[in-house]
């Protein structure tokens, strides 16, 4: 499996790499916005998101449903993967949202 590394980008985003070619851009912040469950990056989401790295057959070409997705991680590393469509589910999906709108165009 990669390893994970975090990177700084500024006083609110950081950038999460789970190889050289597959990162995802997070708002820092999140975790301070609400006592939320879906406010925050699950160690199950990272060590998820590094499966599907190192397993990318699991998700290209195919419908990816990400049910309880938190911040959507293992869901935008899915897409950047190339799965054919990806849904994401939360009880609060401004999170997600949020990831989404700092992971597009890349």
């Given at each position: 499996?990669?390893?994970?590394?975090v990177c700084k980008d500024?006083?609110?985003n950081s950038t999460i790499?789970?190889?050289?070619?597959?990162?995802?851009?997070?708002?820092?912040?999140?975790?301070?916005?609400?006592?939320?469950?879906?406010?925050?990056?699950?160690?199950?989401?990272?060590?998820?998101?590094?499966?599907?790295?190192?397993?990318?057959?699991?998700?290209?070409?195919k419908r990816v449903l990400?049910?309880?997705?938190?911040?959507?991680?293992?869901?935008?590393?899915?897409?950047?993967?190339?799965?054919?469509?990806?849904?994401?589910?939360?009880?609060?999906?401004?999170?997600?949202?949020?990831?989404?709108?700092?992971?597009?165009?890349?």
């Amino acid at each position: 499996m990669h390893n994970v590394s975090v990177c700084k980008d500024n006083q609110r985003n950081s950038t999460i790499c789970f190889n050289p070619e597959i990162s995802v851009r997070i708002d820092a912040s999140l975790s301070n916005l609400s006592s939320s469950k879906s406010s925050f990056l699950w160690p199950s989401a990272s060590i998820l998101s590094r499966y599907l790295c190192a397993s990318p057959h699991l998700v290209v070409d195919k419908r990816v449903l990400e049910l309880g997705c938190g911040i959507g991680v293992p869901s935008i590393v899915a897409a950047k993967l190339g799965a054919k469509q990806v849904f994401l589910t939360d009880a609060d999906v401004q999170h997600a949202r949020k990831t989404l709108e700092l992971n597009q165009g890349g």
